[in-house]
């Protein structure tokens, strides 16, 4: 007979998630907005993209035997350079001339690169988190981690798609639009965190009734379930 779920902690870990989601979302519309809008904007993006392409290009090459995280961090190394292209082609003329279907592919792939940049961000947030052992909670294995990176490009494909198919970044349209975008995904980045924060406990609880603890280290900690 299974253990019964503990509320208590998928509680904290809501809390703590579903605002950085929230303010994930909200902060990647802003920017799809600006690049949209401003080339200065989409240059000095541009630019931190690439940037943020050598960081995870050298997390992959130190990286060493940690199989999953050289492939998470070549991901990222390959996507955002791509992203920043994107922020340089996307601007006003582009925005009026193109048609949504040349539009939405471009707007989908930065969404998801700078979401993927807020998840790294999330993992330093929880990692730095020591109210009620959150970081060894909510990433306790590889595969809450994974699930993290797969959320916020969910996330993104989904901002990517509003943005291209609906002409948000319309400037004649602008401030309606995006005032009804923005409080929209703020709500949708709430509800991912706190999805996210339920998957993730519960994982954690279901690890530790079969007598792992995401606390403990050598042969009973949660390494042990990433090679299952």
């Not at 035997?65 to 996307?90: K, N, Q, T, Y």
């Not at 509800?191 to 994982?203: K, T």
Request: proline letters at 4%; hydrophobic letters at 55%; glycine letters at 8%.
């Amino acid at each position: 007979m299974s253990a019964p779920i503990q509320w208590g902690p998928i509680i904290r870990a809501g809390i703590l998630m579903g605002p950085a989601e929230a303010i994930a979302a909200s902060c990647t519309s802003a920017c799809l907005l600006g690049i949209s809008l401003s080339k200065v904007f989409s240059l000095v993006f541009c630019v931190l993209l690439i940037a943020f392409a050598v960081v995870f290009g050298f997390i992959a090459w130190k990286s060493g035997e940690d199989r999953f995280m050289r492939v998470a961090s070549g991901i990222g190394a390959v996507l955002m350079p791509i992203a920043g292209i994107g922020c340089i082609v996307v601007d006003t003329e582009f925005v009026h001339l193109q048609s949504s279907l040349a539009k939405t592919p471009l707007y989908v792939v930065i969404a998801s690169a700078i979401l993927i940049n807020f998840s790294i961000n999330i993992i330093q947030v929880i990692n730095c988190c020591p109210w009620g052992n959150l970081k060894d909670r909510l990433l306790s294995n590889n595969k809450q981690v994974s699930y993290l990176f797969i959320m916020n490009i969910v996330l993104g494909v989904l901002l990517g798609l509003v943005f291209g198919l609906l002409d948000v970044e319309d400037a004649s349209a602008t401030s309606s639009k995006m005032t009804t975008v923005s409080i929209i995904f703020i709500f949708v980045g709430l509800i991912f965190g706190i999805l996210f924060s339920i998957f993730s406990e519960i994982n954690t609880q279901r690890i530790q009734s079969i007598g792992l603890d995401p606390l403990a280290q050598g042969p009973a900690s949660t390494t042990t379930y990433d090679r299952m």
